[in-house]
């Protein structure tokens, strides 16, 4: 009887044992994936409001800098996010917004809720999609040198942008009674679209008739004869001002392309788009303007605004 106890009891304690183990392999894997839904759901945490060195913050204020997002210990005022260490007033609350990188898989170092930030009153036309399908066309952009440069030049170029546009809420000019101004008959090709077809349109207000048959061109378009590509096309619209960005100089030097990655500052950026105007004190106030605009940016990316930011 007990020999039969014995062998009874075995088998029972090796199927009992079994089961367990069976169990143990159906529930791992979901413990393991509970835990790795749990992670991504942190890793994507929203980024608070960006933190602006000039605001006033009490215990318990939230903030974003640098793709990271702090809380207030204490009221504060001028102290930068992650620099304060763990005694200091921030206190690190971890990545948001994809930890600093961008989470398009264009690459874009400004992602769509940093984007959506800058531009909250921004015209439907202006899409976050139709900039970045636009990008395809100049590789270099915010594409070239370090990833504060990257970041410091696309910054410049929607902050100039915001100017241009009231905050891209414009997309064509608003002050009508110029549009026949922009037609140099001068030129062999004429104005074929009309004389007042050439007024200002999209992200850098394009104009003139010989812009838009120098544009077109390079991006492979008839814009001098359809000049209304620009107010249709969010892509179209957006290569327009990334073209003037990385090819034309204006009343410039140099590029704003160039001003950027060959550190010479965003005031360089403002004499290469309206130089003539508004630079060497012909209107401190709008260049004020585009640098204000300029360092909100470099606040939202996390990046130093860097020098000469004047013109």
Known sequence: ?????????????????????????????????????????????????????????????????????YQAKWWTQGETPGTTGSWGVWADQGTCGGGGQNPDPSGFVVSESQFNQMFPNRNSFYTYAGLVDALKAFPAFANSGSDTVKRQEAAAFLANVNHETGGLRYVVEQNTANYPHYCDAAQPYGCPAGQAAYYGRGPIQLSWNFNYKAAGEALGLDLLRNPYLVEQNPSVAWRTGLWYWTTQTGPGTMTPHQAIVNGHGFGETIRSINGYLECDGRNPAQVQSRINSYQNFTRILGVDPGSNLSC
Do not use: D, E
């Open 1 to 69: 009887m007990s020999r039969t106890r014995i062998s009874a009891t075995k088998p029972s304690r090796t199927i009992a044992s079994l089961a367990a183990a069976a169990l143990l392999a159906v529930l791992l894997p979901l413990f393991a994936t509970g835990t790795a839904v749990a992670a991504g759901v942190a890793a994507a945490a929203s980024c608070a409001a960006a933190w602006n060195s000039g605001a006033v913050y009490t215990q318990g204020a939230a903030v974003s800098h640098g793709g990271r997002n």
